[in-house]
């Protein structure tokens, strides 16, 4: 079982749509939550994080934790084309440590 | 504020020889993170520096990798000798605080092509 999985995709939804990224965790210390976003040949760069359970929203894109279950989600509404990306859910430790990222989900938004 | 730095952008070599990355972190940043990311992978953690002190260096392949941070802050990541495996993108990354709610930031990494 790899430590954080993703499913890879290609996720594709047409714009508008609300698009449903899911990542799950196999370590039941990890503390902190991450969703990062990488353009094709681009760095990653931070969407949201989150550490409690629940919904954290921040503008179209609403993260959700379920420790009990090792699960965590994105939620992207109003899909826009520039949305198209891959995505990569990261799981690590209190204090930034044993960061583990997966292998990320592909998104693709019909314009 | 700067981004953090990295060189050079590309390199090509052949298999068993050398390479050096440079990074240098945003200012004031004390941890410092070295991934590799393979194509169609997410990054992997390499060695992890808070200041000039290693934290985490467990997924590195000692053998033929190392790393240094001097001061506390530009930090080097060295390949010897370099296999073809080794084809990748290494990104550096750095955070303000090792905290619960630490953000790191990356690089634009470097593009590596072991032939």
């Known amino acids: 079982q790899k430590e954080v999985e993703q499913n890879s995709g290609p996720l594709s939804v047409p714009e508008g749509a609300i698009a449903s990224l899911n990542c799950t965790y196999s370590?039941?210390?990890?503390?902190?939550f991450f969703w990062y976003r990488q353009y094709s040949g681009k760095s990653p760069e931070l969407i949201m994080f989150?550490?409690?359970?629940g919904d954290k929203e921040d503008g179209r894109f609403t993260a959700q934790l379920n420790k009990a279950s090792q699960y965590v989600s994105l939620l992207i509404r109003d899909s826009q084309p520039s949305d198209s990306a891959t995505y990569l859910c990261?799981?690590?430790?209190?204090?930034?440590?044993?960061?583990?990222f997966g292998a990320g989900t592909r998104l693709f938004v019909k314009a | 504020e700067a981004g953090v730095a990295q060189s050079p952008r590309y390199k090509i070599i052949e298999k068993r020889q050398s390479v050096a990355f440079w990074c240098n972190p945003i200012?004031?940043?004390?941890?410092l993170y070295w991934y590799q990311q393979i194509l169609g992978q997410g990054p992997k953690l390499l060695i992890q520096?808070?200041?000039?002190?290693?934290?985490?260096d467990s997924q590195l392949p000692k053998d033929r990798f190392s790393a240094e941070r001097l001061k506390g802050v530009d930090s080097t990541l060295k390949i010897q000798p370099a296999k073809l495996e080794d084809s990748a993108v290494y990104l550096c990354?750095?955070?303000?605080?090792?905290?619960?709610?630490?953000?790191?930031?990356f690089g634009p990494g470097t593009r590596l092509l072991v032939l």
């Open positions: 370590d039941r210390g990890s503390q902190s």
């Open positions: 990261a799981v690590g430790r209190a204090g930034g440590f044993k960061t583990i």
């Open positions: 990354a750095s955070s303000s605080t090792v905290a619960l709610q630490e953000t790191q930031y």
């Open positions: 520096f808070q200041n000039n002190g290693v934290v985490d």
């Open positions: 989150i550490y409690s359970n």
């Open positions: 200012s004031g940043h004390a941890t």
